[in-house]
């Protein structure tokens, strides 16, 4: 609309919406609020009596400390709580748990005679099961609740108990099942260490007895031989350095005596035979027949069996015979004397082996007892964390470990919770009134009639108004006005009758809804 006045050409400015316009038209036409917000109420009681209602059971069941305490038997069930809740939520909604409760309690019969997928069945049931833990002290699980949804309240409460005793049987069979494979693994492991423990044992027995004299604690005896050895042999020594001096002084006394007499007569040969053979049992006894002093005396023996077999005779100076006497037994005791120095040299070489092969055998030795003493020890750690495990399955086969017990058993509901009253009424509230106000504003954007002082002030660009004159209805306006009020009335009283009376009709004939998507009442 274009205006001239006073040489200026007047425009009409952008569409705004003011608040107090709207608030304005609201008052004025009340109706054009009433009718959606009417109808949207009565299609949100419809909805809540057609909707089919789904009650809710839950069951509490509280997570009880072991009665014996853990400082005297430790259980060996190490999973934390919430791991154990989940583990068990997966077992009893297994699939084929689920089938079994629905055939044994004749759940979705209506579904199975249509024949409906058994898997579809599960899967639906699955999902209006809920398990949630709760916190206790310190932030650890103390207990946990177990949540079903259906239809009919007794079946939701069965079923809910149902499945809390599943969940205590399930833990009860989990805890001494894994005590019992805990067992079965340490005496496993146990066996394996004991077999290794007795070759290691029997390794360091027979290095012992293959090296003999040559270990560490035989040094001390070893080092004592040696010395008692070499004092022998230092006595030995002087003897025969003795004993060849005599021989020496002997060999010179016959060497200036002639020898140019007759031999001995028959019983001096005899005398002298009984002495050699005296003298060669007693070196028998001493020595081998190899030793060079029993050859000695066999030799003189046989010289003088061959004398007097020739019937040799003679006769000897009894001076003379008793120095080869004498010499005799010196050179047999001297031998004797060699004999004994060599055997205790020997003796101290082989002692003084032992003692140098000591530290080879000690370090060796060391080896293998270090490796024995570590199995050992790790086979008695094993053996005290297998009398734990035993202690602590035999704790769970008494069911005294930690259980599962039920605090609150379900009850059959009488409130269902969906749908929700009070959610349903706010919705379709606030759907009403924002379809009626949204009518309103979207009137006021297309309407370009001026609706007071200020508009018109605004739309003249600040011309001051002097005066206004207030619409002047004639009676036929008024009856106009009257006949759309009354027909507004009465589509309200239209609308609510019929809504009324098909929720009246729906809930008799017991009509049931069910909407393909979950709404959030």
Known sequence: MQDYYRGTILTEPAKNIEIQSVIDTLVKKWYLVTIPLGVF????????????????????????PQ?????????TVGAGIDERVRTLSQEVMSRSNLEKIIKDMNLYQEQRDENVSMDLLVASMRKRIDVVTLGGARGQTSSFTITFRERDPQV????????????????????ARQAAQTTLFLEKQLGDLKTLLQ????????????????????????????????????????????????????QRQLSNIETDQPGATMSQRGQRMAELRAQLENASSRYTAEHPVVKQLRQQIDDLEKQSADGETGVTDPHVLELRNQ???????VEGLKADSDRLK????YYQQRVENTPKREQELAA??????????????LLD????????????????????????????????????LIRIAFVFLVLGLGTGIGFIVLLEMVDSTVKGIKQLEKWSGGISCISAVPLALTPADKRKRKMRTLMYMGINVFIAVAGVAIIIYSYMNDITVVLPAKLPF
């Not at 109420?41 to 009880?64: K, M, N, S």
């Not at 149902?162 to 205590?168: E, P, V």
């Not at 020997?346 to 070489?349: F, K, N, Q």
């Open 385 to 420: 964390r297998l009398y734990e495990a035993k202690r602590a399955e035999s704790m769970e086969m008494r069911q005294q470990g930690e259980q599962f017990r039920i605090v609150d058993y379900a009850q059959p509901p009488e409130i269902p919770v969906s749908p929700n």
């Open 156 to 175: 939701v409460a069965d079923v809910t108990n149902r499945l809390a005793s599943f969940f205590i049987e399930s833990h009860l069979k989990l805890r």
């Open 368 to 381: 293998l007892t270090r490796d024995y003493n570590i199995t050992q020890q790790n086979y008695q750690r």
């Open 41 to 64: 109420l009565l299609i949100g009681a419809w909805l809540y009596v057609v909707l089919p209602r789904t009650f809710e059971a839950r069951t509490l069941i509280l997570v009880q």
């Open 346 to 349: 020997e003796r101290i070489e």
């Open 199 to 250: 070759q290691q044992e029997g390794q360091v027995e027979e290095y012992r007895n293959k090296y003999m004299g040559e270990l560490p604690e035989q040094l001390t005896s070893n080092i004592s031989t040696i010395s008692g050895l070499q004092m022998r042999l230092e006595s030995v020594q002087a003897s025969l350095a003795e004993a060849m001096n005599r021989r020496l002084d002997i």
């Open 327 to 333: 010499f005799a037994t010196i050179n047999m005791e």
């Open 67 to 75: 009665e014996i305490p853990s400082s005297y038997v430790q259980s």
